[in-house]
């Protein structure tokens, strides 16, 4: 239901742009956001944003750098990443939920999308 792409190799302080695309319409007005999941470490929320007023959501080690967006025109939902750091070397995951509170959390994810690889060097 939810395809995810734009992944790649950046060096540091370099850029990526991510997508989410929705396959079933109804999985299209979900909240919507991603996780990530480095070598070694438990998946974390990255970023979220809401299917209406898009209301937005952001872990705190990505402020300032990463930007949610979403075109509903489109069922697509976008990560913008900014001046990416090793530490933000993981495999990032599309996740849609019911409700925007329960966006956060693993356990609140109706919707799973296979992830993509984000590799930055240092």
């Known amino acids: 239901q939810l395809q995810a792409s734009g992944g790649g190799l950046v060096q540091a302080g370099g850029s990526l742009r991510l997508s989410c695309a929705a396959s079933l319409r109804n999985v299209a007005i979900y909240s919507k956001g991603w996780f990530r999941q480095a070598p070694g470490k438990e998946r974390e929320f990255v970023a979220g944003?809401?299917?209406?007023?898009?209301?937005?959501y952001y872990a705190d080690s990505v402020k300032g750098r990463f930007t949610i967006s979403r075109d509903n025109a489109k069922d697509t939902v976008y990560l913008q990443m900014n001046t990416l750091k090793p530490e933000d070397t993981a495999v990032y995951y599309c996740?849609?939920?019911?409700?925007?509170?329960?966006?956060?959390?693993?356990?609140?994810?109706?919707?799973w999308g296979k992830g993509t690889q984000v590799t930055v060097s240092s």
């Open positions: 944003i809401s299917w209406n007023v898009g209301r937005t």
């Open positions: 996740a849609a939920a019911a409700a925007f509170s329960r966006l956060r959390a693993e356990y609140g994810i109706d919707y």
